[in-house]
Nanobody, 126 residues
Framework: QVQLVESGGGLVQAGGSLRLSCTAS????????MGWFRQAPGKEREFVAAISWSGASTYYADYVKGRFTISRDNAKNTVYLQMNSLKPEDTAVYYC???????????????????WGQGTQVTVSS
């Protein structure tokens, strides 16, 4: 069992930055690939970024590539999402998720993930 708690959301002006954190309970955090997803009102949950268990591989959705950076610190059981050059369309609830990868890592498919956090609101004003 893994419990995930996100933090770092808030209200920011367009062009600003935020860093989200997701801290996991349990001693097996380093065994999980981690992903960030977001969901805006009236829309489906969508992939944002993902990182392999070691941190060696990272993956991004096209709409955040070059602006967002995912990283992890396995010693702190924490994964981060640094968000720069934020746009109003980035407004959403952001969720982190943990995946015990079995074979191929379908990092952008939310059905791949085993555990989810409760989400943190990010609002970008224009």
């Amino acid at each position: 069992q893994v419990q995930l708690v996100e933090s770092g959301g808030g209200l920011v002006q367009a062009g600003g930055s935020l860093r989200l954190s997701c801290t996991a309970s349990g001693r097996t955090f380093s065994s999980y690939a981690m992903g960030w997803f977001r969901q805006a009102p009236g829309k489906e949950r969508e992939f944002v970024a993902a990182i392999s268990w070691s941190g060696a591989s990272t993956y991004y959705a096209d709409y955040v590539k070059g602006r967002f950076t995912i990283s992890r610190d396995n010693a702190k059981n924490t994964v981060y999402l640094q968000m720069n050059s934020l746009k109003p369309e980035d407004t959403a609830v952001y969720y982190c998720a943990a995946d015990w990868v079995r074979g191929t890592y379908y990092y952008s498919d939310p059905r791949e993930y085993d555990y989810w956090g409760q989400g943190t609101q990010v609002t970008v004003s224009s």
